[in-house]
């Protein structure tokens, strides 16, 4: 994300409240101080993520994972000592990948390695037969002839660029979640993606795509990267290339997942509320250790941890668990749509939903009279190798819509060099986590809600601001 230039007025602001109320204050640091303290000698996230993927692992929603989850989460959360713990229904559709298969037939023959997109239709029964038609991006297709695709197989080969903020994602993912209606409009019989990720391992990343109800639907899938390249070195020496796709996705109907949210309630001000997540749910290749266990993980760890070392806090820390992010923020949707009278009362929110790496930079989208708060904040996390970052923090894909309901949020941004490697992968699994790390996000989540939900500072409401690029 690029860093907004802040206009010079809120600076001089900022710098003249600096002066008079001079931080950071003794009280603050001591404070800070015990809580990193307690948290450098806690593996707390790291036991957290730990006991999700091994004792209920896969939990994509709807499914016996997901449902083994919330169970999980209630029980977790009452073990840790939350003093409220609840949790508030969403409607979720239940869908199962189950076999997914491709093969090249001519000019030679190869096994690839395929998942299916998330939400993908079947293909029939006994698989299909085409020629492949090669792109090199969405944009590219739609300027394809449709007579070029009708009948084959689309194949998007677009390469995700490996970057410490996830700036590769943005442009390849609509690849994935549009390129079945884009390649469905020139009457292709299935469309393939290469993997949206940044390794060259055989694991494919799934993901979730959509369908348009003014097109028909064909079936979706991602080939490994290494897969993806093989095909392209066939299909660029020229020949004609035939594949046979078979994947047996299905539709389970609805079911009803949770949001599942613990509260430290507050001693001075509970009606105001500091609130930090992460989702619950996963895909169902891995166990979502990285996706986002490390997030269940860091938030669940922070609140327990000042609890715990310096008593309940002023205002009520707020952990929510959200259901069926993967599959088009269901339960974050459901969330604003269910508590619409109480948003008002978040001070500030943020997700940890970015993997297990260490968090590099704070951003906050905060109201400007916050801003010098937002200052000694960073102070504070500066020990940890966090830099003062930006007022254009668009929280995470869960918190992303509280602004517009005037929510303020942070993000600690973290460094996902690596994290695209693993995403949606059978290969995202709690060997991937380095505890260091997780710990590092563990502190400095604990240090942000602590001196949140202790001070006075109002930081709303978040202020408008123009998309950033
Ligand atoms: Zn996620
Ligand atoms: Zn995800």
Redesign the pocket.
């Known amino acids: 994300m690029a860093v907004q230039s802040v206009p010079s007025k809120t600076l001089l602001i900022s710098a003249i409240f600096s002066l008079l109320v001079g931080f950071p204050s003794q009280a603050n640091s001591d404070n800070v101080e015990k809580l990193t303290t307690a948290s450098s000698n806690s593996n707390l996230a790291y036991e957290i993520v730990s006991s999700l993927t091994l004792e209920v692992g896969p939990r994509i929603a709807g499914s016996e994972g997901d449902k083994k989850a919330v169970a999980w989460a209630e029980a977790k959360f009452n073990e840790l000592g939350f003093d409220k713990v609840y949790k508030q229904p969403v409607r979720v559709r239940n869908w199962s990948r189950g076999l997914s298969e491709a093969k090249i037939l001519t000019p030679y023959s190869h096994n690839l390695v395929v998942s299916a997109l998330g939400g993908s239709i079947a293909t029939p029964e006994k698989g299909l037969q085409a020629e492949v038609v090669m792109v090199e991006s969405l944009e590219a297709l739609q300027q394809t002839p449709a007579d070029d695709v009708a009948g084959k197989i689309v194949f998007i080969n677009k390469k995700m660029e490996r970057d410490k903020a996830g700036k590769g994602y943005g442009p390849v993912v609509v690849g994935r979640s549009q390129g079945a209606i884009e390649a469905a409009r020139s009457n292709a019989v299935a469309v393939l993606i290469r993997s949206v990720g940044t390794d060259n391992s055989r694991f494919a990343h799934t993901g979730a795509m959509r369908y348009s109800p003014d097109v028909p639907k064909i079936p979706a899938g991602a080939l490994s990267n290494s897969d993806a390249d093989v095909l392209a070195a066939i299909i660029e020496q020229g020949n004609p290339v035939k594949l046979s796709l078979n994947m047996q996705a299905k539709e389970h109907g609805w079911q009803t997942s949770y949001n599942v949210i613990g509260e430290i309630t507050g001693t001075e001000k509970p009606e105001e509320v500091v609130l930090i997540a992460a989702h619950l749910d996963s ?1 169902d290749e891995g166990t979502g250790a990285l ?1 986002d266990g490390a997030g269940v993980g860091v938030v669940m760890a922070a609140a327990k941890l000042i609890k715990e070392t310096m008593g309940s806090p002023k205002r009520t820390i707020r952990v929510v668990l959200y259901a069926n ?2 599959f088009g923020l269901v339960g974050a949707k459901q969330y604003v749509k269910d508590n619409l009278d109480d948003l008002k009362n978040i001070i500030v929110a943020a997700e940890s939903d970015f993997g297990a790496g260490k968090i590099y930079q704070f951003d906050t989208r905060f109201a400007e009279q916050a801003l010098p708060f937002a200052k000694k904040v960073s102070t504070l996390l500066a020990p940890l190798g966090i830099e003062e970052g930006s007022n254009t923090a668009t929280g995470g894909p869960d918190i992303y819509m509280l602004p517009s309901h005037g929510v303020p949020v942070v993000s600690l941004r973290q460094d996902g060099t690596e994290y695209f490697d693993y ?2 992968t059978a290969n995202d699994t709690l060997d991937k986590i380095d505890l260091e790390a997780i710990r590092q996000n563990q502190t400095a989540y604990a240090i942000f809600a602590y001196m949140m939900a202790n001070n006075d500072v109002d930081p709303r409401p978040a202020p408008e601001l123009e998309p950033v690029q």
Request: proline share 0%; aromatic share 16%.
């Open positions: 895909w996706d992010e993967e995403h949606h």
